[in-house]
């Protein structure tokens, strides 16, 4: 289809224009068949910038199905704007879907984040995605999976980037004091035996978002780096998440885990069972439980959440 055709070109020279003259030449079309393309293209969200006498090309914060190189067999879909990347990979799995798949937002227009929340997802400047995989292991080996996808973002961030990003437990990625990225995982289950038969991990990385809502704004930042483009942001985390859910008791990731820990040692604050406690993070354990040290005992938690007690 001509559209993928020129797509496919105008993502091959990234960083320069083509004439529609040019890609009129190249698929043997009219320059009317190419701009009706670059519209459709437009449409479903590629952002595509025209300029007088020089032509088109992709915006600096445009992505494409052409900037990844996933896998062989990992399926991708890319929306300009959907609800959530993660509601829509349950759409795919009721619809049939086999496989691995990577599901790609520009925009989430209701981002889903843990315990109920929404996450904040602009157009052009984060990166959204989810996963889905279907593992042949336990239900304890999937719920690893979302320590797993932890790690996976903090290397893509330092493969690609000279930033020191930090875990908070869950699945939080911080720089400084500011949360950068949420993750979201999700089983979904065979109602009859109960045995999880995909997982699907949603991500979200602020790139370069500016302009956070009032409530967001003291609590949440974005990478902003200008030597990261937002496609490259993409390729590497999507291509270390997958390869940690293909691994996920790799020894290596409960150490980078416990290496990029901001909790570790700090005094820490949580529920449970509808009680406030507080208490010293001693530990992570190998299940990425956390272990905490309150004047009533140790505890170990093995979900929810903690605020730092600074």
């Known amino acids: 289809m001509l559209k993928e055709q020129v797509l496919q070109e105008l993502a091959a020279a ?3 224009s083509l004439s529609g003259q040019e890609l009129a030449r190249t698929f043997a ?5 190419v701009w009706k393309a670059i519209r459709q293209l437009e449409s479903e969200g590629i952002a595509i910038q025209a300029e007088a006498g020089k032509g088109y090309r992709l915006a600096p914060y445009a992505l494409t199905p052409f900037d990844l190189q996933l896998p062989q067999g990992v ?3 890319f929306y300009g704007s959907i609800d959530s ?3 829509q990979a349950k759409r795919l799995l009721a619809e049939g879907l086999q496989g691995e798949a990577l599901i790609v937002a520009d925009e989430q227009t209701a981002g889903r984040g ?5 996450f904040y997802s602009p ?4 990166v959204y995605f989810s996963y889905i995989f279907h593992p042949e292991k336990t239900l304890a080996d999937a719920v690893l999976i979302t320590t797993a996808a932890a790690v996976s973002v903090v290397r893509a961030i330092e493969k690609i980037s000279t930033q020191k990003p930090l875990i908070k437990w869950v699945n939080d990625i911080y720089l400084g004091d500011k949360k950068i990225c949420g993750i979201l995982s999700e089983a979904v289950s065979d109602f009859e035996s109960g045995n999880v038969e995909s997982v699907i991990v949603g991500i979200g990385i602020n790139w370069n978002t500016r302009a956070f809502p009032a409530e967001l704004q003291q609590t949440a930042a974005s990478l902003c780096d200008e030597s990261v483009s937002r496609a490259a942001l993409l390729q590497a985390a999507a291509q270390e998440l997958i390869k940690v859910a293909r691994d996920v008791k790799n020894p290596s990731i409960m ?7 901001m909790v570790l040692g700090k005094s820490v604050k949580y529920f449970y069972n509808g009680q406030a406690f507080e208490g010293k993070a001693l530990a992570i354990e190998e299940n990425g439980a956390l272990t905490v040290q309150t004047d009533s005992g140790i505890h170990s938690l093995h ?3 903690i605020t730092l007690r600074l």
């Open 14 to 16: 990234r960083g320069k």
């Open 29 to 33: 079309v009219s320059r009317t068949a």
């Open 75 to 77: 399926q991708t879909f």
């Open 85 to 87: 990347t993660n509601s």
């Open 114 to 118: 843990r315990c109920g929340r929404s």
């Open 123 to 126: 157009k052009h400047t984060g």
């Open 255 to 261: 150490e980078d885990y416990r290496a990029h820990s």
């Open 303 to 305: 979900s929810g959440e």
